[in-house]
């Protein structure tokens, strides 16, 4: 009996709770609703959710939505969307149907937002919407993978063919400046005898993203006059490999080993280009074709939750020797042979502090030794420098960051050689340091408009002098691809070692820059046309033409406009871009007897780059055609200064990557293959003859064309990686 | 009178919590079928989105994260513009990082993370080619490693040999002898759980139609 009482009992305990269950169960709360961005248009597939439930929806194309949810008492519905800021809100489930209206704040993000854009050439490796990638840089004939002589295909750059450097709207190759990871980089082009191009020191694939500054850039980024080049080296390296390189000039060897939380590559090359010559005749007199031997290394390890160390060092050693004939008279030669001696270290840290802060500082370290002798008398010249750099940013809301930061420049530089008649040693040196800091500040109005501006101060410890730069950029987007924008700053540089070690009371150099610029980048397709107003003050200027006595009464402008076209659509596997370059400078410095302009400058500049990839022969073929109009010369037997023209510069060059395997890349270059005779200028020589005329030699290319190949073999783990990734 | 409270009380919390696990797998099992066969962007993302409702209150369960990163594969594979592809594939990345938070070394994650490496390859194949190439082999083969009878592991490591040799225009052995093994532990396959994922046979089919 009692056993069925139990029973009863818990018949009936069972039926109260079901019933309660069920009672719970039909207890439902209708919840509907919109979701509309902030002008009131419909938010389709956002995802309405009462927290820690599965109770939700999602909204249809008119951005409505209904669901019902058994659950009771006081909740928080949330409602979230891509593009769009979350929204959460507290409700009280009892029944009753509720209707709602969210509205959604859209969300500042990258892959939409206007973006400062003048002035600047962006190129990354993982977004889509860059101009230039890295892979796009070692590709582009008549470059040879050199930074540089890719860039040179960009609006914004004059070509000078004896120089192979950045020459940037009428700045020389000393006023566009070079940032690895935000540290600056002295001598970052390798040497070249005279009258060569030289090549970058530094690798297109070291790097994960490439900014090419044309103005207008951010005050982070101090003296440089005309351009910034800020490269950012990769992150961690995910996989283990060996790379073998064979040049037609030398040969390489790379190995990188990966780790769970980093990774470290070390890389030795040496570059030896006298068998070379020995088969192609240079017009260079060379007693010693240019060798070099070069080593690398790059290590990265991931610290803490959010942090990430990166080190990279590079050594380099080359050396060359060659006779210098005299233009009246080439039976008389002088020997000139050259060491060079560079190292450079950088070690730089960037840690995410939490959701407002980010912190990165790092250090760089730069040595330049060039150890030259003429006819066997010694010319020394050394360059140390070091750069320390903190920059803290700070995201007071999603609209607005604040970015600030403080640096340290400090160059010390000695240049020394033996007097010829008394044999003492002269010496010319000095010690500067440069202490800056900045603040910047980007406010989006919206996802149409952004304001970034801020400013620099400098204190140069050898002209005991303070500066302030302020620096604005602006942006506009009114539809979905195009944009116009603005940028004004003043940017300031010390003056060449040159000169300073002359005079160490010069002051630095200033540019201020005014720019516009309207583009549209859709998909696979930018267009963009810039126009800028450039003025020159307190440049170098040679008091009577006298190269010792220097003062800054120097001066100058420099205006243009440049348009730029890419398409990697419209054709199947080809991309190509075209790029033109209006330039009118003149300054008066230096000699200059009055403004002219400068032999570097050239009016037009004009870029063609093809590229097409045929995918039944694994092949990917490049050409480049490169024009730039006469650059002026000074003609000494004339009265009037720099008012002579060389003709026009032309070169089309080609070059082919073939992957026969998946391990395995040949590549072959070669420039001028129609064979061009390109002039650059004339020298002239320093004294006239006895009719009273001074004789002139044409600068010319070493030779005419530059055959280069390659073959890159890479062993790994699994054979499908090559060298593409990471050289 | 005691115990029987507590053999109650503890019944009663065995039932609630079977009940609440089985609502669990109810919702579950009722999506993947849904994420399996919706055929349009909007569809995916109706699901994709319960699911994240399912995870987001969930917690420990891997699968809900598990599925909607897949379905944002699917949406990924059907956009055609660039730009959206591969923010979809974003999309299924953060899903796929959320699900690898809650259980480390699944094969089948590491599969899926394989799978949207992939699929980067085909948004900018001269840039991303040589270097997701690399990092979707390295998590196929860890995928493949952690379980050898994961048979979507085997099936996509061999959709990947395939397109390589195609690109190189070298022989497409290996890949097809990878597409067999795959359909055998395909046919031996056992999910463990109703939630188990059982897509990538068709596709392997499909690979394997073209092996002569």
């Known amino acids: ?547 010792y006595a220097l003062n800054n009464k120097g001066y100058g402008y420099a205006k243009g406009a440049e348009v730029f076209w890419r398409d990697s659509k419209s054709l199947k596997n080809v991309d190509y871009w075209i790029s033109y370059s209006y330039l009118d400078t003149k300054r008066n410095y230096l000699n200059f007897p009055y403004a002219a302009t400068p032999y570097f400058a050239s009016k037009h500049n004009f870029s063609f780059v093809y590229k097409h990839f045929l995918t039944k022969l694994k092949s990917q073929v490049g050409f480049t055609y490169s024009y730039s109009s006469g650059r002026p010369y000074n003609n000494p037997n004339e009265n009037k200064f720099n008012a002579n023209m060389t003709k026009a510069y032309q070169d089309l060059s080609a070059n082919i990557s073939y992957l026969p395997k998946n391990f395995l890349i040949i590549y072959i270059s070669c420039t001028n293959l129609l064979g061009y005779n390109n002039v650059f200028g004339y020298q002239y020589s320093t004294s006239p003859d006895e009719q009273g005329v001074y004789h002139s030699r044409a600068v010319q290319q070493a030779a005419k064309r530059f055959l280069f190949m390659g073959v890159f073999i890479t062993i790994s783990k699994n054979k499908s990686v090559n060298q593409l990734p990471n050289l | 009178m005691k115990t029987t409270t507590l053999i109650l009380a503890f019944a009663l919390s065995f039932i609630v919590s079977l009940a609440d696990d089985g609502k669990y797998m109810e919702v579950m099992q009722k999506n993947i079928m849904t994420v399996y066969t919706a055929k349009t962007i909007p569809d995916l993302q109706a699901v994709v989105n319960t699911f994240e409702r399912v995870g987001a209150a969930e917690k420990t369960k891997w699968e809900p994260f598990y599925y909607a990163s897949f379905g944002y594969i699917m949406m990924a594979n059907q956009e055609a513009d660039l730009t959206k592809k591969d923010s979809y594939l974003d999309q299924a990345n953060a899903a796929i990082k959320k699900a690898s938070a809650i259980v480390t070394n699944e094969s089948e994650i590491v599969a899926i993370e394989g799978f949207i490496q992939m699929l980067r390859i085909g948004v900018d194949p001269a840039t991303r080619g040589q270097e997701y190439s690399g990092l979707a082999m390295q998590s196929f083969g860890k995928a493949v490693g952690l379980n050898p009878e994961n048979p979507r592991a085997l099936g996509l490591l061999a959709q990947m040999q395939f397109g390589t040799a195609q690109f190189f225009g070298s022989s497409t052995a290996e890949a097809c002898g990878t597409a067999d093994k795959a359909l055998e532990k395909f046919a031996t396959y056992k999910p463990a759980s109703p939630l188990s994922p059982q897509w990538g046979k068709e596709m392997t089919v499909e690979l394997k139609g073209k092996c002569k």
């Open chain 1, 1 to 547: 009996m009692l056993r069925n009482a139990k029973i009863n009992f818990m018949k009936e305990l069972f039926t109260i709770l079901f019933t309660a269950i069920s009672f719970i169960t039909f207890s439902q709360t209708t919840i509907s609703g919109r979701v509309t961005d902030a002008k009131g248009e419909s938010i389709p597939s956002a995802n309405i959710v009462i927290l820690d439930t599965y109770d939700g929806a999602s909204s249809d194309a008119d951005g409505k939505f209904v669901f019902t949810s058994t659950e009771t008492g006081d909740k928080i519905l949330q409602v979230t969307a891509v593009g769009f800021e979350s929204f959460q809100q507290a409700i009280t489930l009892d029944g009753h149907s509720q209707t709602l209206t969210v509205k959604l704040p859209e969300l500042i993000n990258q892959l939409e937002a206007v973006t400062i854009s003048a002035g600047s050439f962006t190129a990354g490796e993982e977004k889509r919407r860059t101009i230039l990638k890295p892979l796009d840089i070692a590709t582009t004939a008549g470059a040879t993978a050199d930074i540089a002589g890719a860039l040179n295909t960009l609006p914004g750059t004059q070509k000078v063919g004896e120089s192979g450097r950045l020459f940037v709207r009428g700045g020389d190759d000393s006023e566009a400046r070079v940032f690895i990871d935000g540290l600056a980089v002295l001598n970052a082009y390798g040497t070249a005898a005279p009258n060569t191009p030289s090549r970058g020191r530094f690798l297109p694939w070291m790097f994960k993203g490439t900014s090419f500054s044309t103005g207008g850039y951010s005050a982070e980024y101090g003296q440089a006059l005309s351009s910034a080049l800020v490269l950012n080296s990769k992150d961690k390296v995910e996989m283990s490999q060996t790379d073998i390189g064979i040049l037609s000039v030398g040969a390489d060897v790379a190995h990188t080993q990966a780790w769970e939380r980093g990774s470290m590559t070390g890389k030795v090359q040496y570059t030896n280009i006298r068998p070379y010559f020995g088969l192609i005749n240079q017009r260079i007199d060379w007693k010693l074709a240019p060798a070099s031997l070069e080593g690398s290394t790059a290590f990265r390890q991931e610290v803490g939750k959010k942090g990430m160390l990166k080190f990279f060092g590079n050594f380099n050693r080359s050396n060359f020797s060659l006779y210098n004939h005299d233009i009246l008279d080439s039976s008389i030669k002088q020997l000139y042979e050259l060491t060079n001696n560079y190292a450079y270290g950088n070690v730089a840290y960037s840690t995410i502090l939490n959701d407002k802060w980010n912190i990165r500082g790092g250090l760089s370290y730069n040595l330049n030794q060039n150890n030259t002798k003429l006819d066997g008398s010694p010319l020394d010249e050394s360059e140390k420098g070091i750069h320390g750099k903190v920059v803290a940013e700070h995201s007071l809301s999603d609209k607005v960051e604040i970015r600030f930061g403080t640096e340290l420049i400090a160059r010390d530089y000695e240049a020394s050689k033996r007097d010829s008649s008394s044999s003492a040693i002269l010496k010319q040196d000095f010690k500067e340091s440069i202490s800056a800091s900045f603040i910047e500040t980007e406010i989006y109005a919206s996802n149409h408009f952004v304001t970034r501006a801020g400013g620099r101060f400098e204190y140069n410890s050898l002209t005991n002098k303070s500066i302030v730069d302020p620096r604005l950029s602006l942006a506009y987007k009114p539809g979905k691809h195009g944009q116009v924008a603005f940028a004004y700053g003043t940017f300031r540089q010390s003056p060449k070692n040159l000169y300073v070690r002359v005079n160490n009371n010069l002051l630095s150099e200033k540019a201020e820059h005014f720019i516009l610029s309207y583009q549209v980048v859709n998909d696979q397709r930018t267009f963009r046309v810039e126009t800028y107003y450039k003025k020159y003050d307190n440049l170098v200027k040679f008091l009577d033409a006298d190269g």
